[in-house]
């Protein structure tokens, strides 16, 4: 059986070979060779797994210090996942695992992943009892951190039959802090110097997550365009 390299073409014997290969040769590759194949996700869809991720994350945030956080969604689109990412300097694509993977790092991965998720406080929840705040640690003072998103196709095969579902994985350092209302105390998070929206008066707006709807969405993309 002959194993084929889908971005150049050469072919191996082994299929450890084919990812020896691809891990060398295509390491930063972006080219995904089924592109035309994919088709163009509906609005209802993206919103509905953008929605996915901001909740999947705000359940994992916690009040605890420096913790790993993982989330899986089970059954996620590819053109999904494509649509999301494709277009990010970090995108990678190996076509010999069928993964893709995309990372974001510091306060820019922060700001871009506010635009990608159409929702500026996904990375953050707050306990205005305890002036507590459980967050996604993008960057403090020592270093900056990654939030890594990979997907990957799982395949079943059953009676003669090829079954296949994407998965998709996301990986984050969460961290909490104190903050304050005064105004003699600009450090609203400790350790952590990017910061959630803050009024003229430096008092801190307590916003909860809101699912947006498709009509919701829509109806706001209209009087943005006005």
């Known amino acids: 059986m ?12 082994l299929r450890k070979q084919v990812l020896a290969h691809e891990r060398t040769k295509h390491r930063n590759n972006k080219i995904i060779p089924h592109l035309h194949l ?3 996700p509906s609005f209802e869809q993206l919103t509905t797994y953008q929605d996915a991720f901001i909740i999947l994350i705000k359940k994992r945030l916690g009040f605890n210090k420096h913790f790993s956080k993982r989330l899986l969604i089970n059954v996620f689109p590819e053109n999904i996942f ?6 990010e300097p ?19 991965g922060e700001s871009r ?14 306990d205005p009892k305890t002036k507590t705040t459980g967050y996604v640690l993008l960057v403090n003072y020592e ?7 990979i997907w990957m ?15 998709v994985t996301c990986a984050f350092i969460t961290d909490s802090g104190e903050f304050t209302e005064n105004k003699e105390n600009e450090q609203l998070f400790k350790n952590h110097i990017s910061t959630p929206e803050i009024t003229n008066n430096n008092q801190l707006i307590y916003r909860h997550i809101l699912l947006r709807s498709p009509l919701q969405q829509l109806i706001l993309n209209q009087q943005n365009n006005k």
Do not use: P
């Open 2 to 13: 002959a194993f084929i390299c889908k971005l150049c073409q050469k072919t191996y014997s």
């Open 82 to 87: 494509v649509h999301l990412f494709q277009s």
């Open 113 to 126: 992943l506010k635009q990608i998720l159409n929702y500026k406080h996904w990375s953050y929840q707050q």
């Open 143 to 149: 270093e900056s951190y990654e939030v890594s998103f």
């Open 38 to 40: 994919l088709l163009q």
């Open 90 to 108: 970090s995108f990678r694509y190996n076509s010999a695992l069928k993964k893709y993977s995309c990372t974001f790092k510091g306060v820019e």
């Open 153 to 167: 196709q799982a395949e079943l095969i059953k009676n003669n039959r090829s079954f296949q579902c994407g998965t």
